[in-house]
């Protein structure tokens, strides 16, 4: 008799475990379900088919709707170039994304919001050169130049919002410059 309940006892916890294990299984295949899902939209909407510039994307939290959040990394990079933000640029970075469309209920003012209240990881430049590669492939020279400058000239009035003393040096610091530099290669893949 004691046998019986022990092999109903066995068979009940072999279930309860082959359960566990199928309900991991296909919570692991519906999560690469949705990041296949989002990988696509997101590659439909930059042109980017790349795997490792897409888990980049995914990593940074980047999702079809807050992907206009991405056209504003320069001027991320360029508040954070010192190290620290200070309120002047954090205004010229969204003022700049507000007269880009982004609204501010939206998740991808959200996003940019998160991304001037700590320092951005190295993965955001690379994500946001992907982005431009891709943009500068797909469009005319003439459309390019006038891309690159548009950024260059946002980013710099970035620069500018907190620079130079007390009128005696210039605006734009050595660090800007060198990113203003690294921003414009971008363009030229």
Do not use: C, K
């Not at 042109?47 to 888990?55: H, K, N, P």
């Not at 209920?105 to 951005?120: K, N, R, Y």
């Amino acid at each position: 008799m004691t046998d019986g309940i022990l092999d109903g006892r066995r068979l009940a916890l072999e279930e309860a475990f082959f359960a566990r294990h199928n309900e991991t299984l296909r919570q692991g295949l519906m999560a690469a379900d949705i990041a296949h899902a989002r990988h696509a939209a997101l590659s439909a909407a930059t042109g980017i088919s790349d795997e490792a510039a897409l888990a980049r994307f995914d990593q940074l939290g980047l999702a079809s709707d807050t992907l206009l959040a991405l056209t504003m990394v320069p001027l991320v990079l360029m508040a954070w170039v010192d190290g620290v933000v200070a309120l002047a640029e954090m205004r010229a970075v969204r003022d700049s994304a507000a007269a880009s469309g982004l609204r501010p209920e939206s998740p991808a003012m959200g996003l940019l919001t998160a991304w001037l209240a700590t320092p951005p990881p190295p993965a955001l430049e690379a994500a946001w050169r992907d982005y431009a590669a891709a943009l500068a492939q797909r469009v005319a020279p003439e459309a390019r130049a006038a891309l690159a400058s548009q950024v260059l000239a946002q980013a710099r009035v970035v620069a500018e919002a907190e620079g130079g003393f007390l009128g005696l040096t210039g605006r734009v610091s050595g660090r800007e410059r060198q990113l203003l530099a690294r921003l414009e290669t971008a363009f030229h893949p």
